[in-house]
């Protein structure tokens, strides 16, 4: 960690669980009018997801690196 990211880290407080719900609130108001706003929203709700799967020792889907459909086939 730089001396800088040290500097931020001491002088920024951390977000809390209100905050975190409240800008997401936000976010969600605002995502009909920003397509890509969307986008993001659900992009992030599905890392949420991936950590509280793994922080739960749960896996749910496929393998990592594997996706879901028939195998891959040579022609």
């Known amino acids: 960690m730089s ?9 920024t407080p951390p977000e809390s669980d209100e905050d975190r719900a ?4 936000r976010a ?24 509280a799967a793994v922080s739960n020792g749960v ?3 496929p393998p990592i690196g594997v996706e879901e459909g028939p195998p891959f086939q040579i022609i």
């Open 59 to 61: 896996q749910k889907g």
């Open 22 to 25: 409240n800008a997401r609130a």
């Open 28 to 51: 969600e108001a605002y995502a009909p009018r920003a397509p890509w706003s969307a986008m993001v929203l659900d992009h992030h709700r599905q890392i949420d997801d991936a950590f």
């Open 3 to 11: 001396i800088l990211d040290k500097v931020v880290a001491a002088l």
